[in-house]
């Protein structure tokens, strides 16, 4: 177990976070192998169903597996029971998965994000502990820096607009200060009422520059 955490130190970071009407999934881009930057535009945030998307930090393979099988059962529940398995189904189903191999446990941490009558938002551990997220998550190497973020900026009610801003800027502040925490953008989902939308890199970098001008603005002494 104490090696299961220490894996989990070293990786990623990714956030979600709950505004008015749905749910935005931050991450960032890099893939590190031990102490090395192996890839920079990786890939975080997967679209599970029309209504649910996943983020992954952890072992790639063991993470890719998992949400492999999350995206068939999903769509073989569909089939069979002619309706969307929920968020908390799927989070039910991966905790009892994750649970059953404690003894030789997927390296994983997840966060679930999707739309049933109301935004739902759920944290998963390596050992199939699951928590209701009732404003925010967020795992990997960079949680600390992007929990203080989220801790300073989250709001009830918060717009899309400003959702997917605090989202990019809990993930840059893991990007400054976490060695393991890096890649060329952000990659942003939001799940809402209209479904899961995917924002592209170019999207993302008009929120970052944006950013970075209304910071440049401020006095010297009131930038943070």
Do not use: C, H
């Not at 945030?45 to 029309?50: S, V």
């Not at 918060?158 to 976490?178: H, Q, T, V, W």
């Not at 060695?179 to 989902?189: E, M």
């Not at 999207?203 to 009131?222: D, G, N």
């Amino acid at each position: 177990m104490e090696n299961v955490a220490k894996q989990l130190k070293t990786g990623t970071t990714t956030v979600g976070l709950k505004f008015a009407d749905g749910v935005v999934l931050g991450a960032d881009m890099r893939a590190s192998m031990g102490n090395i930057a192996y890839d920079e535009e990786s890939e975080k945030i997967y679209k599970i169903t029309d209504s649910m998307a996943v983020t992954n930090a952890g072992n790639v393979g063991d993470s890719l597996t998992i949400i492999r099988y999350l995206k068939s059962q999903a769509r073989l529940y569909e089939i069979e029971r002619n309706e969307k398995l929920s968020v908390k189904g799927a989070t039910t189903l991966l905790s009892n998965i994750l649970n059953g191999n404690r003894y030789y446990p997927y390296i994983v941490q997840l966060i679930i994000a999707g739309m049933n009558d109301e935004p739902e938002l759920f944290e998963i551990g390596p050992f199939g502990g699951s928590i209701v997220r009732n404003q925010y998550a967020a795992t990997g190497s960079g949680t600390d820096y992007a929990l203080t973020t989220l801790d300073q900026n989250w709001e009830q009610g918060l717009s899309e607009e400003d959702g997917i801003r605090l989202a990019i800027k809990a993930i840059e502040a893991g990007k400054k200060r976490d060695i393991y925490t890096g890649g060329i953008s952000v990659n942003v989902t939001v799940v809402n009422k209209n479904g899961v939308r995917m924002l592209s890199l170019d999207e993302v970098e008009k929120y970052i520059q944006q950013a970075r001008r209304e910071k440049a603005a401020l006095p010297s002494k009131k930038r943070v």
